[in-house]
């Protein structure tokens, strides 16, 4: 039934133009001959007539135009009808000028041209323009009915994004908004008007003009802001109590258009403000395009992401490996609605079950495997070490042999900055989990490679939603110590550059992220005190609760100068590593098995110790080995110079320099 209701749609359309075309070549040839069209003329008309049906109705058949929806045209259907129309009449002149045998107006030709794009054209934006103000006058009555008055708007940025966010607003959301208008430092904008709306003044007049103006909403549209710009402008806004909306970054909007569906509250990321990330799409599209590809963790904040990320590159299928049920329901659901084409296969599964993952690589058979899954939490796996040598470690092992044994061609391990010279459980076991992929990349056909970055900003169980908690509650909001920092990223920006190392990796490697600037925890809490609406130590306490166990101060992300490398990618690099002798690895293993089921903490330190020098757990002292072998293993080491004082952790008499200025 479907089906036969858009194929009479189609027919009538098809018949409408007929009709339209018609009319011009009719109106073309009265003007052309001032309303007394000449025997002679009339005579090759019908001829004239059924060429330029039939020619204009195949153009705009091949270039889609009886497809669209008319109370949706755009200016890129008008150029679509202009290309048409402009095509067939080319084409219709040359059959003309070819059959003809007599002589013929070629002003007629002309005539018809403009005339076929007036008709169709108008009569297309005539019935958008009708459904605009039809749809404007019922919402406009069914406000006046709830008696909600539109919301006062002052935009901040009259440029692009500016522009298509007011042209949206005053052509859909007009029974909404009431632009009063723009905000922008530029001179030469000053006292213009964009689609009837001024520029009233620069960014700095903002608590003036908004007391001035009642404005209930001041919305920033510079998508290519930096964090500390919106930092600034967020507290210039502060005093107006209007609330703030902005919209996402360059890198967020898809093929540049800006829709009022896409503002937001300003969010901690936003105040960051870290750098757009520009990827090798080309490259990463040749890696995932008709590949079958495994996540394992896919439900987690990175997990999801990544399978996210890896459906917009087209793979033959993705499959999906989770533990949690709710959570891989949820992102199979959230896949299916957003990738319909793309085939996505979920399975329940724990990483250590060694069975269940022979079963799915035996019927999957993935080309590449990401490994997202592990135990995160440092606190939680210091109370609980056994727990983090069965899934960091043992897991790890687990789902790298099979990938060995099944000949999967890429194997990329996401880890953290937390493996480098380690203090916590956590950190040692991912450390671990390291060393036997690029000892197994020695003796495997399959590349195994790890990514290694710092904390993600909103992924489950972090510092924000935990923040974010604490603020609803009224306060105070925790922090472990007024020094301590953290190398931040957002969660799209860290599975992008997982997929981009992804593609660089030849077996063995390390990458590790650019990061950017460390930053204060203390800071963070602030900031996200004050984007909820309150004063930091006024109307929310800050408390510090002490470092707990296995934390540093400083988490280090950057490489010994020695064993820096870059890639082509400016925010990845790669180190070089002394390889492990693979006894040796398996001798630990042997015995971190042995102790995983007991909870014998010391002891397990102790085995973590044999394994990774480096490793220096709260209570026990950095020894010169440890050191020795942080400097040729360790990739990554960026030690603020204060932190000898505040937390003990050793450092390296190498000179280090950050990913950043790497």
């Known amino acids: ?119 169709v054209g108008g009569l297309r934006f005539g019935i958008r323009t009708v459904r605009e103000i039809a749809l404007h006058t019922t919402r406009s009555d069914a406000d006046a009915k709830s008696g909600q008055p539109r919301r006062r708007v002052l935009v901040i940025g009259a440029g692009d994004a500016g522009e298509m966010l007011m042209r949206e607003i005053t052509r859909t959301y007009a029974h909404r908004y009431e632009p009063v208008g ?44 930096t964090g500390p710009d919106i930092r600034r402008i967020v507290e210039l806004c502060r005093p107006t109590e209007a609330s703030l909306r902005t919209l996402p970054g360059v890198d967020s909007l898809i093929d540049g258009r800006v829709t009022v569906s896409q503002l937001a509250e300003v969010a901690i990321e936003d105040l960051l403000g870290r750098a757009p990330v520009t990827l090798d799409t080309e490259a990463i599209q040749t890696f995932l395009r008709d590949r079958a590809v495994l996540v394992t963790g896919a439900g987690g904040s990175i997990g999801s992401e990544l399978c996210k990320q890896i459906c917009r590159f087209a793979p033959k299928r993705l499959i999906l490996v989770e533990q949690a049920e709710n959570n891989l329901f949820e992102v199979h659901r959230a896949l299916l609605a957003e990738f319909p084409s793309v085939k996505v296969t979920p399975y329940i599964a724990d990483i250590c079950d060694s069975r269940r993952l022979d079963s799915i690589f035996d019927q999957e058979r993935p080309a590449l495997v990401f490994h997202a899954a592990a135990h995160k939490h440092v606190p939680m796996m210091e109370s609980n070490p056994g727990e983090a040598i069965k899934n960091n470690v043992f897991g790890t092992k687990k789902l790298a042999d099979t990938a060995h044994r099944y000949g999967v061609e890429q194997f990329v391990m996401v880890s953290t900055d937390k493996a480098v010279n380690p203090t916590s459980v956590m950190g040692v076991s991912k450390r671990t989990a390291e060393i036997y992929v690029q000892a197994l990349s020695q003796r495997s056909r399959t590349q195994f490679v790890t990514v290694r970055f710092g904390n993600v900003l909103g992924s489950a169980g972090s510092v924000i939603p935990i923040f974010k908690q604490q603020i609803a509650a009224g306060g105070p909001v925790m922090v472990t110590h007024p020094e301590m920092q953290r190398y931040f990223m ?69 490489f010994d100068t020695e064993n820096a490398t870059k890639t082509r990618h400016p925010k990845i690099f790669v180190g070089t590593f002394r390889p492990y002798a693979w006894e040796a690895v398996e001798r630990g293993l042997e015995r971190l098995h042995a102790l995983s089921e007991g909870s014998a903490t010391t002891a397990i330190r102790a085995a973590f110790q044999e394994l990774v020098p480096e490793y220096a757990p709260p209570e026990t002292p950095p020894s010169s080995a440890g050191t020795d072998a942080m400097e040729t293993n360790a990739p990554f080491t960026a030690v603020h110079p204060s932190e000898r004082a505040l937390s003990g952790d050793r450092v390296s008499t190498t000179e280090r320099i950050s990913a950043s200025a790497g």
């Open 182 to 225: 723009f905000l922008d430092d530029s001179p030469a904008k000053q006292n213009e008007r964009i689609h009837g709306v001024p520029v009233i003044g620069v960014i700095n007049d903002v608590v003036l003009l908004a007391k001035r103006e009642k404005i209930d909403e001041i919305i920033l549209a510079i998508p290519t802001m």
């Open 490 to 558: 957002t969660i799209p920006e860290a599975s992008q550059l997982i997929l981009q190392a992804g593609t660089m990796g030849r077996g063995g490697e390390i990458f590790v992220l650019d990061m950017g600037k460390p930053v204060k925890i203390v800071d963070l809490a602030r900031d996200l005190i004050r984007l909820s609406g309150y004063t930091p130590d006024e109307d929310i306490a800050i408390e510090f609760s002490g470092i707990r166990p296995g934390e540093k101060l400083f988490e280090e992300l950057s």
């Open 1 to 119: 039934m479907r089906n036969l209701f858009i194929a009479y749609r189609r027919l009538f359309v098809v018949l409408v133009h007929l009709l339209l075309w018609t009319a011009a070549l009719g109106v073309s040839l009265l003007l052309r001959f001032e309303f007394t069209i000449p025997p002679a003329i009339l005579k090759f008309a019908p001829r004239l007539l059924l060429i330029t049906l039939v020619v204009r109705g195949l153009v705009h058949w091949r270039l889609g135009l009886f497809h669209g929806l008319w109370r949706y045209s755009s200016s890129r259907d008008l150029l679509s009808l202009v290309q048409a129309a402009a095509l067939s009449s080319v084409m219709i002149a040359a059959i003309w000028a070819f059959m003809s045998t007599g002589t013929f107006p070629r002003s007629v030709l002309v005539l018809d041209f403009a005339f076929s794009l007036m008709i």
